[in-house]
């Protein structure tokens, strides 16, 4: 489990995860659109915004850090148990809800793995 200097590999994935693809993907980056359209799992467009499994989101994210050289990081530091605890317990969406967007439940599945969620613009 992530502790003592892990935290700075959970913290850093966090950052990525809403300044490199949550917000991009709010714009439609073209580079970050690319780069779900080549990521083979639960990461799409659709006509209105990023549908997502978290942990597909997971993986999206790592492959997505190192590949924009913020990484590599050691992904053994934090697991996805950890990266699902810190979406919940950290200020994602008060962090989004400055760019004007929010994550959203769209399908809830008795597989938590499975239930898929949306990223969609807050109404402001």
């Known amino acids: 489990h992530c502790s003592g200097h892990a935290m700075t590999?959970?913290?850093?994935?966090?950052?990525?995860?809403?300044?490199?693809v949550f917000a991009r993907a709010i714009?439609?980056?073209?580079?970050?659109?690319?780069?779900?359209?080549?990521f083979d799992g639960e990461v799409n467009f659709d006509a209105d915004s990023l549908l997502f499994?978290?942990?597909?989101?997971?993986?999206?994210?790592?492959?997505?850090?190192e590949a924009s050289n913020h990484g590599p990081l050691d992904s053994a530091q934090c697991d996805y148990n950890a990266f699902r605890r810190m979406l919940?317990?950290?200020?994602?969406?008060?962090d989004l809800h400055q760019l004007g967007a929010m994550v959203v439940v769209e399908h809830?599945?008795?597989?938590h793995a499975?239930?898929?969620?949306?990223?969609?613009?807050?109404?402001r």
Do not use: G
């Open 108 to 111: 809830v599945d008795d597989n």
């Open 27 to 38: 714009v439609r980056d073209p580079d970050l659109v690319a780069a779900v359209e080549h």
């Open 9 to 20: 590999t959970v913290e850093k994935l966090r950052r990525h995860l809403v300044h490199e």
């Open 88 to 94: 919940y317990q950290s200020a994602v969406n008060t």
């Open 53 to 65: 499994t978290l942990p597909h989101l997971y993986r999206f994210t790592l492959i997505h850090l």
């Open 114 to 123: 499975l239930s898929l969620y949306r990223l969609s613009h807050s109404r």
